[in-house]
T-cell receptor
Framework: DTGVSQNPRHKITKRGQNVTFRCDPISEHNRLYWYRQTLGQGPEFLTYFQNEAQLEKSRLLSDRFSAERPKGSFSTLEIQRTEQGDSAMYLC??????????FGSGTRLTVV | QQQVKQSPQSLIVQKGGISIINCAYENTAFDYFPWYQQFPGKGPALLIAIRPDVSEKKEGRFTISFNKSAKQFSLHIMDSQPGDSATYFCAASFDGGSNYKLTFGKGTLLTVNP
């Protein structure tokens, strides 16, 4: 297990379509985070899981966004009815208890 | 409300020079301050981090200076190399909380000329 894996790396979708991204964290990490990064900006927190429990969601996560982490392993982030404003890099990170994140390489979403 | 303000937006340094990036924070509850390095097409990678009980931390060519009273911290890269060319982000977190979510600055694009 060499790091946090995210798939796909790139996704181009038409406006109004649904998309789903997957994140496989480092296996012994019980905390998993999703962040969104737009061009020229720092990552912004979206949501956080401790094991399978989703403990916090940002106001950035509208009703069109849903995240799951079944069995406390991999996580999925789904965006329904995509909008052009959803175009961004979606980053997943994991950590053991405490700080010290390891980020994945992200999924770049382009909504056309 | 931008809780972590980073400057400059971009920085050009000659090889062997010192790169300095500054950040200021607003929330006095923050107690963990990491710096991340990001290359194009990659996720951010943790470079070095500091807690407010120390004023300076050094790891190799990278040093964080922390001024609690001014609510400012900075990253110094000594002997800058072309391979250091990347975007650098400062961040802050409330380590005493339950989730350790990070608030990032907007980033500094560093270019080190050979």
């Amino acid at each position: 297990d060499t790091g946090v894996s995210q798939n796909p790396r790139h996704k181009i979708t038409k406006r109004g379509q649904n998309v789903t991204f997957r994140c496989d964290p480092i296996s012994e990490h019980n905390r998993l985070y999703w962040y969104r990064q737009t061009l020229g900006q720092g990552p912004e927190f979206l949501t956080y899981f401790q094991n399978e429990a989703q403990l916090e969601k940002s106001r950035l996560l509208s009703d069109r966004f849903s995240a799951e982490r079944p069995k406390g392993s991999f996580s999925t982030l789904e965006i329904q009815r995509t909008e052009q404003g959803d175009s961004a890099m979606y980053l997943c990170a994991s950590s053991p208890a405490g700080v010290g994140y390891t980020f994945g390489s992200g999924t770049r979403l382009t909504v056309v | 409300q931008q809780q972590v303000k980073q400057s400059p937006q971009s920085l050009i340094v000659q090889k062997g020079g010192i790169s300095i990036i500054n950040c200021a924070y607003e929330n006095t509850a923050f107690d963990y301050f990491p710096w991340y390095q990001q290359f194009p097409g990659k996720g951010p990678a943790l470079l070095i981090a500091i807690r407010p009980d120390v004023s300076e931390k050094k790891e190799g060519r990278f040093t964080i200076s922390f001024n609690k009273s001014a609510k400012q911290f900075s990253l110094h890269i000594m002997d800058s190399q072309p391979g250091d060319s990347a975007t650098y982000f400062c961040a802050a977190s409330f380590d005493g909380g339950s989730n350790y979510k990070l608030t990032f600055g907007k980033g500094t694009l560093l270019t080190v000329n050979p």
